[in-house]
């Protein structure tokens, strides 16, 4: 007798189960009729001729700017190799140019004004319009910052920062002519005041500089990114990404459609805090 008490408690499991059922079947149609409601709405992308477009790398000679000038080439752009050793620009190019891709080389020391003008002026004589600028040559220094001489602040301070910024007013206003333009500044997370400013002194506050200063220049167009811990000369044994990654994270935003987002910053190719 105790057994057949039992008997109802044990049927009604299955009653819960066709429950369950209902609902997991209703909710996916509804995603996917909501899904094609809003994809409906937006206007065709317009696609992009990067054959089109020129892209200025600098610091491009090695690690993730020859590695963007790469990316760059092989999106279709013709790419200006810039280095501040034009002999060492030479060498970095011959493989880029072996494997079928537009590479012209030029100097440029972004520490110094004087060099920057002197580029763009050659540029414009060879008729070559700038349309996609990548800010990508950095230095690093390890000096204690109660021990910082202003020497070597403004060493960093200079290619960092001031080279973004000489750069960018070298080539934003032909954009801004034109219409079209893309710029990227390679900052830091080192540099980042939600990541707690992490980085030696010197090149933590020259590269929450050039976030400001992305900032500031948001009017045309710039998106900053933070290629990762990336394995080169200036990450050392704290290289973490290959060259490829971090460059494509750069490439990524140089590349992006003219719906794609503006004056932000970027981790891999997702918007994050300051
Ligand atoms: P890297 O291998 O040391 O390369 C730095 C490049 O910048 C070199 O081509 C160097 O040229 C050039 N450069 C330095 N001073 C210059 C100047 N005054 N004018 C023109 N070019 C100059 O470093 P990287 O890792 O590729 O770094 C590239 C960028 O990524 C930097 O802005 C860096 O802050 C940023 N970043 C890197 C990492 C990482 O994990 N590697 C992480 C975050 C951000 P020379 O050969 O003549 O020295």
Redesign the pocket.
Known sequence: MPAAKKKPAARKAPAKKVAAKKVAAKKPAAKKTAVKKVASKKPARKAIDWTTKTALV????????LEVARQLGQAGCRVIL????AA?GEEAAQPLRAEGLDVRVEK????DEQSVKDCAARLRQAGIAVDILVN?????DRTPVLTLPTETFMNVFR??TL?ALWCSQAFIPGMIERQWGRVVM?????GTFSRGMLGHPCYAIS?AALNALTVKLAQAAPDAV?????K????GD??KDSVET?AGRVAYLALLPDDGPTGGYFRGQRSSRW
């Open positions: 600098t610091g491009a000679n090695r690690g993730i700017g810039a280095a501040r050793d060492l440029l020391d972004v520490s990508n040559a950095g230095i690093y290619t960092n080279g390679v900052s830091s997370g080192l590269k933070r290629p990762g811990w990336v080169t000369r200036l990450a704290l290289g971090g």
